[in-house]
């Protein structure tokens, strides 16, 4: 019981936090905070304590008001703000280390081993055409609390991977990521335009071969450093 007031303290500030951004109603969000804990008490009180669970609960109980409230339905039915945003990523955070906690034991295990991963074919294709992408990873000496510390973990992986690709599809991933509906066509003409300058550039250093229309490149990556067409790149290359 004492695991579960000390749980409650940490979290009952973010929990009504966001159960006010949801409802806009501070004596609704500290009702619902309330009737969260208590059902998780209720429901799981012999399970992991889990903050991603007591946010699902929460959610789940915040909706079951919504429906109860014919009127407030536009409540669960208007976009999601940057705070809910955040939440969502603060529980896909929180479900991600309690996976990566259960599989600690196994993947100890897997490790004295030295695995070694390997993709013998890997196809996609999107209206640009059609990418290949074959390659290797091992992790030479890695240990678990190696994950902690990406830095770390880099300097122990081997990996090398061949990909070939359309040069309009290397393109489109470029310019990805800003909605066209914030641009007008000149900016996505610029856009675009840049990017081919760019896989040009790439080309004339080196760093991809041009075949017609589709472009190339080996990627490998050593004790932390890295090559494109055995040439290092990334930053400090020369």
């Not at 695991?3 to 619902?32: H, P």
């Not at 990566?100 to 390997?118: D, G, N, V």
């Not at 990909?163 to 990805?176: D, I, Q």
């Given at each position: 019981m004492?695991?579960?007031?000390?749980?409650?303290?940490?979290?009952?500030?973010?929990?009504?936090?966001?159960?006010l951004r949801k409802s806009g109603n501070v004596s609704l969000a500290a009702d619902?905070?309330?009737?969260?804990f208590t059902r998780y008490l209720e429901r799981y009180r012999?399970?992991?304590?889990?903050?991603?669970?007591?946010?699902?609960?929460?959610?789940?109980?915040?909706?079951?008001?919504?429906?109860?409230?014919?009127?407030?339905?536009?409540?669960a039915e208007s976009p999601p703000d940057l705070a809910d945003d955040q939440e969502r990523l603060y529980i896909v955070r929180e479900e991600s280390r309690r996976?990566?906690?259960?599989?600690?034991?196994?993947m100890i295990e897997l490790l004295k081993h030295q695995p070694e991963f390997s993709i013998?074919?890997?196809?996609?294709?999107?209206?640009?055409?059609?990418?290949?992408?074959?390659?290797?990873?091992?992790?030479d000496g890695a240990k678990p609390e190696d994950f902690a510390n990406p830095m770390l973990l880099m300097g122990k992986v081997n990996m090398q991977a061949d990909l070939k690709l359309p040069a309009a599809m290397a393109v489109s991933?470029?310019?990805?990521?800003k909605p066209a509906a914030e641009e007008d066509e000149a900016q996505a003409a610029a856009r675009t335009n840049m990017a081919l300058q760019q896989v040009d550039?790439?080309?004339a250093q080196g760093y991809l071969e041009r075949q017609g229309e589709l472009v190339q490149a080996r990627f490998a990556l050593s004790k932390g450093a890295m090559t494109l067409n055995d040439k290092p790149f990334g930053p400090g290359a020369h």
């Amino acid at each position: 019981m004492d695991k579960f007031r000390q749980f409650y303290t940490e979290n009952r500030e973010r929990l009504f936090g966001y159960l006010l951004r949801k409802s806009g109603n501070v004596s609704l969000a500290a009702d619902l905070a309330q009737e969260s804990f208590t059902r998780y008490l209720e429901r799981y009180r012999n399970h992991e304590l889990s903050v991603a669970l007591l946010f699902t609960i929460g959610r789940n109980i915040f909706y079951d008001h919504v429906r109860r409230q014919p009127r407030q339905i536009a409540l669960a039915e208007s976009p999601p703000d940057l705070a809910d945003d955040q939440e969502r990523l603060y529980i896909v955070r929180e479900e991600s280390r309690r996976v990566l906690a259960a599989l600690q034991e196994p993947m100890i295990e897997l490790l004295k081993h030295q695995p070694e991963f390997s993709i013998d074919r890997l196809q996609f294709r999107n209206q640009h055409g059609e990418a290949l992408l074959t390659g290797a990873l091992k992790l030479d000496g890695a240990k678990p609390e190696d994950f902690a510390n990406p830095m770390l973990l880099m300097g122990k992986v081997n990996m090398q991977a061949d990909l070939k690709l359309p040069a309009a599809m290397a393109v489109s991933f470029m310019t990805a990521g800003k909605p066209a509906a914030e641009e007008d066509e000149a900016q996505a003409a610029a856009r675009t335009n840049m990017a081919l300058q760019q896989v040009d550039a790439f080309v004339a250093q080196g760093y991809l071969e041009r075949q017609g229309e589709l472009v190339q490149a080996r990627f490998a990556l050593s004790k932390g450093a890295m090559t494109l067409n055995d040439k290092p790149f990334g930053p400090g290359a020369h």
